[in-house]
């Protein structure tokens, strides 16, 4: 949608200024700092009056929580690497931390615990507030922790592989640009167990989400298309693959969205790509006033061994809706049973400009009242749900969140996502509250997707998996 990535780069921007997305309520925003400050102020006093310091203090909790974006060539748009770099912007990591905006994050407190949740404590919090009002000092630097060695633009560790857009994509300054499509061909010779894997758009402003499916040899799907260039819905001649550029089911090897992070799997579990696949690369991309190319790269990581476990990317979706016009708090579910059992790994939620929040749900019958046809305040009658993760939906932060602990889930659990939408004109991310919006491809209309990650047997594909026994 024209120009509406600027708020993107916008948001970036104000970073400098602001480092973060202020909260909608600004009063607590000013409570969050004010505690904040009282905990700079005890820390202060619990030293015998010593100030923290760059080096011995901030820089490890920089490194640990903010480096993974605030580093040379990492999507915020100044590192943190050097006390040179980071002093200039002591008042503002004060002001972004006491109002816990960043490090971004999502997820409601206390329900569900998340392997990479980067959120600070108090007494972190406390510390940058002290430093910040001590005007920054900077300490001995032979105090800093052990550096960081970053894999050039990688968050992974040095990919063992880096496939490239064959040709890049020509975006033009303005207008809409329909979801493009580009098959490159991995040229493997044998089956190869992913560990990790890492998606860096060469045009990241431009990108409003992507998503890397594997397309094994022999596969039906976008047969026709073309290999090794760019290409939309529109341009395929063939009805069949026209249908395939809007609807796939095919094993998911990444999804990409700002904020979101890479896949990296424990040492038993892996993404399966097979011997001469291809890797079919959908991008969704926006305008933002300046032309360019895309040259999208995908790193990945091998496994040394094949896996106990294959990981596969589910999603529970739903794309028959219409939010009606000026509506504040528009529920959308989408709802289904496991196979088979699985191992659940983590979540990401998908919407657009109009998402509100965000939640994953197991459902259960009720020993008391098993459930009934109906619905009884958005639940099924009798229903017993417990809560898995419930997200206040940032639009242009969107992240996986991973569990601290996987969880086995039996065949037959019910899993829900629900999503709730904000068309009303309080919305300041809303294009047009008059509009009533359904689902499709371009930002001011809406999605509703649910992905997440599982762990089967390393012997089943997706296919197998969704075979009920």
Known sequence: MTGRWHELVA??????????????????????????????????????????TFYRDVLPILRGHCEICHRADGIAPMAFGSYEETRAYAEAIRT???????????????????????????????TLAAWADAKAPKGDPRDAPAAVKWAESWTIP?????????????????????????????????????????????????????????????????????????????????????????????????????????????????????AGADLVIQMHYTTNGHAGIDET????????????????????TNDHFVIPPGVPDYRVEARGTLPNDALLLSFFPHMHLRGKRFEYNIVRASEKSPPVDGFAGGQKAGAEVETLLRVNYHF???????????????????????????????????PDPDAAV????????????????????????????????
Do not use: C
């Open 396 to 430: 242009h932060w969107q992240m996986s969140y991973r569990l601290a602990e996987p969880r086995l889930l039996k065949a037959g659990t019910e899993l829900q996502a629900i999503a709730w939408y904000d068309n009303s004109r309080e919305n300041p991310h809303n």
């Open 96 to 126: 972004a931390t006491g109002r816990r905006s960043m490090p971004p994050w999502f997820a409601v407190p206390g329900i569900g615990h998340f392997a990479n949740d980067p959120s600070l404590t108090a007494e972190q919090i406390a």
């Open 297 to 316: 790269r995908v790193g990945m990581t091998f496994a040394k061994k094949a896996p106990v476990q294959r990981v596969l990317t589910l999603q529970l």
């Open 158 to 274: 040095q990919p063992d592989l880096v496939i490239r857009m064959v040709k890049g994509v020509a975006l033009p300054a303005s207008g809409n640009v329909d979801y493009t499509y580009e098959i490159v061909p991995t040229h493997f010779a044998e089956d190869r167990w992913v560990q990790s894997v890492e998606v860096l758009p060469s045009l990241r402003a431009n990108v409003h989400h992507a998503v890397v499916y594997v397309r094994p040899p022999g596969s039906s799907w976008l047969r026709h298309a073309p290999v090794g260039a760019p290409f939309t819905a529109d341009t395929l001649s063939d009805p069949e693959d026209r249908r395939g550029a809007h609807w796939t089911d095919a094993d998911v090897l990444l999804v990409y969205a700002p904020g979101s992070s890479p896949d990296e799997w424990p040492a038993k579990m892996a993404k399966f790509v097979p």
């Open 438 to 469: 359904r689902w499709g491809d371009q930002t001011y209309d809406e999605m509703m997707a649910g992905f997440f990650d599982v762990a089967v047997a390393a012997s089943l594909d997706k296919k197998s998996y969704f075979v009920r026994h």
């Open 11 to 52: 948001a970036m921007v104000i970073a400098v200024a602001v480092w973060g997305v202020a909260k909608s309520d600004s009063r607590t925003g000013r409570a969050r700092s004010s505690e904040a400050t009282r905990l700079s102020q005890r820390l202060t006093e619990r030293v015998g009056g010593n100030s923290p």
